[in-house]
């Protein structure tokens, strides 16, 4: 990674690639027990968080991002009442769970309270419901939040984490994957941001693997663009317990009573379709 007066580049070293913004100043940046958190005003792409080197949001193209971790999900699951968020610091995941007015509860846990407060600072809009009555927000370990949670408790769990080194490591393993599933009801469904497809394709297969090696039925990865993630193209993998991943509720999406800039029925179709390499790749669907 770098940055000098007019840019901040991400540099990602394993795909001999980079992605770079312009940026105007340094907004601010804090050392929190966790992590290195900076903040950039950008030309063109609004305000810009980074965590230890590496892109975590936009405010121009993030709702792409936070969309597609909440709408799929909730539009899957049969009834979805009780949500919980691992990580989701900045807020823009929960909001967009808030939208959906039939969820009761939404349970967010980071491990990082300063993601928040410089969220709140900088990205006032995604933290818009943060005072929603159906919203907790909990600042602890969301590795230890699950394997504590009670059994059959949980409807949805949205797991918005950081890339797998640092604090978000141990969100990509069998264990936690284990204690999410027990936590979830039958039909319950866990939905990750599982990276690119493009460069971290070992990594996807080992976290659908994974899923599947602690008991999950059925799994189902969607495609979607990122501009400012290594490769520009993302993934987020849903895995459900005790049905298949089928489910899609079409005609509550058309019907949704609330807007979203990037979700629509055709776009959720469209994520689940994979080009050829991908099916390649991920042989057991
Ligand atoms: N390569 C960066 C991936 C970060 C994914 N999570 C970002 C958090 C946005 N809510």
Redesign the pocket.
């Known amino acids: 990674m770098s940055g000098d007066n007019n840019w901040f580049t991400e540099i990602f070293a394993p795909s001999g690639s980079a992605f770079g913004l312009a940026i105007t100043k340094k907004l601010d940046e804090v050392q929190s027990p966790f992590q290195h958190i900076e903040m950039f005003e950008t030309t063109h792409f609004g305000n810009l968080m980074v965590i230890d080197g590496?892109?975590?949001?936009s405010s121009r193209d993030?709702f792409l991002?936070?969309e597609m971790l909440s709408h799929p999900v909730l539009f899957t699951h049969a009834n979805p009442k009780n949500v919980v968020i691992i990580?989701?610091g900045?807020c823009?995941?929960l909001r967009e769970v808030l939208k959906h007015p039939d969820v009761e509860t939404v349970t967010q846990i980071d491990i990082d309270e300063q993601v928040t407060r410089m969220s709140e600072k900088y990205f006032p809009e995604l933290c818009e419901s943060n005072n929603d009555p159906r919203a907790t927000l909990k600042f602890d370990d969301g590795i230890k939040f699950m394997r504590e949670a009670a059994p059959e408790s949980v409807d949805v769990i949205i797991v918005?984490?950081?890339?797998p080194i640092g604090p978000g490591e141990g969100l990509f393993n069998r264990a936690f994957y284990d204690s999410c599933r027990k936590a979830l009801r039958h039909g319950g469904i866990l939905v990750q941001?599982s990276e690119s497809p493009l460069i971290h394709m070992p990594l996807l297969k080992d976290m659908r693997q994974a899923m599947q090696d602690v008991g999950f039925d059925s799994l189902q990865t969607l495609l979607f663009p990122q501009m400012v993630?290594?490769s520009g193209w993302w993934t987020c993998t849903m895995a459900r317990k005790g049905e298949t991943i089928n489910g899609f509720r079409e005609a509550d999406a058309a019907a949704a009573s609330f807007s979203t800039e990037y979700y629509n029925v055709a776009v959720h179709q469209a994520a689940s379709a994979w080009p050829n390499f991908i099916k390649k790749a991920l042989q057991n669907g």
């Not at 590496?54 to 949001?57: A, D, E, F, R, S």
């Not at 918005?160 to 890339?163: G, Q, R």
């Open positions: 590496v892109i975590m949001l993030n991002y936070h990580g989701g900045d823009g995941t918005d984490s950081t890339d941001q993630y290594p």
